[in-house]
């Protein structure tokens, strides 16, 4: 079965409101096409970029509904926002915040719960993927990660050594490693893959067996980068 493709744009700490021309861009190049598209811009920038005719996400939530947690933004808050899509552990989270698979699971439990559809990382280090230990980190990393509902959840498989350096793995070993991830979260949940995707290689990627789209740091910054991202996919 052919899933219908997601390209999602993890902005992380940039952009502003001057920026958002660039989701009417992107906007205006998706519109009719057969692919979703969504832009996961800083929780300040989710109300003002939502009705632009691009599904807006978060980068992150917190679990818990309401509560003492000073910084903290609930999936029912960006819900209200107007998010509709929210990443949970992206690498720069579990390395910079010591997010564990438990809390990434509970995150996307909470994302799912409040109607969003969440986008849960997974990946390994360049030192496991040498170790010969990649596909194992993932799976552990799902085994401790996945949320109880496969509904609204997409994976990302992001090679934590492939982020915002302009390596990527071969053609076979994303192969491998979407086969893997297929193989425990079924044929209905989308597998993006994601590690500097860019105009020059997105057709490539996205033609990979069980690759259904691509998560997209640097270049979903600017519509001139981002839009060929998401025609790529039609590209044969
Ligand atoms: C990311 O951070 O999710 C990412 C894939 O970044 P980049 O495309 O810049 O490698």
């Known amino acids: 079965m052919t899933l219908r493709k997601l390209i999602a744009g993890n902005w992380k700490m940039h952009g502003s409101l001057s920026v958002l021309t660039e989701i009417d861009t992107i906007a205006a190049a998706a ?53 509709a899509y929210c990443i949970v552990g992206h690498s720069e989270r579990r390395a910079d915040n010591f997010e564990t698979d438990a809390d990434v699971k509970a995150k996307a439990d909470a994302v799912i719960g409040a109607g969003m559809t969440a986008i849960l990382c997974v ?12 596909v194992e980190v993932v799976e552990a990393q799902l085994a401790g990660s996945l949320p109880a509902s496969r509904d609204n959840l997409a994976i990302a498989y992001e090679p934590v050594w492939a982020i915002g350096t ?5 053609n076979a070993d994303v192969a491998e490693m979407h086969a893997a991830i297929r193989a425990v979260v079924g044929p209905d949940v989308r597998i993006l893959y994601g590690g500097s995707v860019k105009p020059s290689n997105a057709a490539e990627l996205l033609h990979v067996a069980n690759v259904d789209g691509a998560l997209v740091g ?13 025609e790529a996919v039609s590209v044969r």
Do not use: N, W, Y
């Open 218 to 230: 640097g270049a979903s910054l600017t519509a001139a980068d981002f839009v060929p991202i998401i």
């Open 166 to 170: 302009g390596l990527v793995p071969s």
């Open 31 to 83: 519109k009719g096409r057969d692919v979703d598209v969504a832009i996961c811009p800083p929780f300040t920038l989710i109300a003002r970029a939502t009705g632009r005719g691009v599904a807006i996400g978060a980068q992150d939530c917190h679990a818990a509904a309401k509560g003492a947690h000073t910084g903290c933004v609930s999936a029912a808050m960006l819900v209200e926002a107007g998010a």
């Open 123 to 134: 990946g390994e280090t360049v030192e496991q993927r040498r170790a010969g230990q990649a």
